[in-house]
């Protein structure tokens, strides 16, 4: 099972930027996919984009335009650059991968970060 360690959260004004980054402790380059997701409170886990070993990606439409995600094979790691933030991107974001089937797309991810606490003030 593939381990994940985000990092790159806090507090920043509404308008700022923040950017997020999760290293794995491995990287399959036949077929890998991570992402990120977020939680606040009282709501449920939704994703906020994903990119695959191809390089696609995928956003949510709630933060497309503003958040860019993307990743450095050499450093097992993958990013989130969060722009122009909202009060309602106010969650803690999890750092999520899982091997896929080469040149296929991301799916169900089956490993997890602890996450990171992103806090949007107005």
């Known amino acids: 099972q593939v381990r994940l360690a985000e990092s790159g959260g806090g507090s920043v004004q509404a308008g700022g930027s923040l950017r997020l980054s999760c290293v794995a402790s491995?990287?399959?380059?036949?077929?890998?996919?991570m992402g990120w997701f977020r939680q606040a409170p009282r709501r449920e886990r939704e994703l906020v984009a994903t990119i695959d070993s191809e390089g696609r990606t995928v956003y949510a439409d709630s933060v497309k335009g503003r958040f860019t995600i993307s990743k450095d094979h050499a450093k097992n790691s993958v990013y989130l650059e969060m722009n122009n933030l909202k009060a309602e991107d106010t969650a803690t974001y999890y750092c999520?991968?899982?091997?896929?089937?080469?040149?296929?797309?991301?799916?169900?991810?089956?490993?997890w970060g602890q996450g990171t606490l992103v806090t949007v003030t107005e």
């Open positions: 999520a991968a899982d091997d896929i089937p080469r040149l296929q797309r991301c799916g169900a991810l089956g490993a």
């Open positions: 491995r990287y399959t380059h036949s077929g890998f996919c």
